[in-house]
């Protein structure tokens, strides 16, 4: 199974909003709605973000949205702040009942 | 709060078999809801689903891995536990267990164990 396509890195000034990209096929995000994004700082475990394509767990920032379009999913995070800086990973599941990750997206708050 | 906990040796030689168990407290390990699943991430690199576990004992394991891997499930000891056999240095890097909802997200993570392969 192939990885998710994200973006290496995306930047962003504090307060503005960024959009991160998740690519995949008609076998996972676009046959599924069983999309998550993860944030994770450096040494440390991910965290659930979004799940389901756009729902958010209790205590996670309403800046965070999810959605998807087609065989794309898309994470938006709005009024960015310094701690967002981390890297973001997507993951789907599969048609062949797997799950497959996104590569990671670097993001930096200028 | 649930807590997940890792256990297991964070250096295997090339060739062993490398052997992970994760500990569930604030909940049960037997949910008709959850599954329980292991990830990694090589050093500087992302993250790879390994497998997902059922209480029954019910497997999912990634293709590119299955050949090697093997999980089990303890609910006497509210545990589930990952081998890989035959490892080599592109097997380094941290291990994850986590809490796997049925819609395949994972919500609870345990703290991580990095396992080097090395002689």
């Known amino acids: 199974q192939s990885a998710l396509t994200q973006p290496a890195s995306v930047s962003g000034s504090p307060g503005q909003s960024i959009t991160i990209s998740c690519t995949g096929t008609?076998?996972?995000?676009?046959?599924?709605?069983?999309v998550s994004w993860f944030q994770q700082h450096p040494g440390k475990a991910p965290k659930l973000m979004i799940f389901d394509v756009s729902n958010r767990p209790s205590g996670v920032s309403h800046r965070f949205s999810g959605s998807k379009s087609g065989n794309t999913a898309s994470l938006t995070i709005s009024g960015l702040q310094t701690d967002d800086e981390a890297d973001y990973y997507c993951?789907?599941?599969?048609?062949?009942?797997?799950?497959?990750f996104g590569g990671g997206t670097k993001l930096t708050v200028l | 709060q649930l807590q997940l906990q890792q256990s297991g040796p964070g250096l295997v030689k090339p060739s062993e078999t490398l052997s992970l168990t994760c500990t569930v407290s604030g909940g049960s390990i037997r949910s008709s809801t959850y599954y329980w699943g292991w990830i990694r991430q090589p050093p500087g690199k992302g993250l790879e689903w390994i497998g997902s576990?059922?209480?029954?004992?019910?497997?999912y394991y990634n293709p590119s891995l299955k050949s090697r891997v093997t999980m089990s499930v303890d609910t006497s000891k509210n545990q589930f536990s990952l081998k890989l056999t035959s490892v080599s240095a592109a097997d380094t890097a941290v291990y994850y267990c986590?809490?796997?909802?049925?819609?395949?997200?994972?919500?609870?993570w345990g703290q991580g164990t990095l396992v080097t392969v090395s002689s």
């Open positions: 993951s789907s599941y599969t048609s062949s009942s797997t799950l497959v």
């Open positions: 986590a809490r796997q909802f049925w819609t395949w997200y994972f919500d609870y």
């Open positions: 008609s076998s996972d995000i676009g046959d599924y709605n069983y």
């Open positions: 576990i059922f209480y029954s004992g019910s497997t």
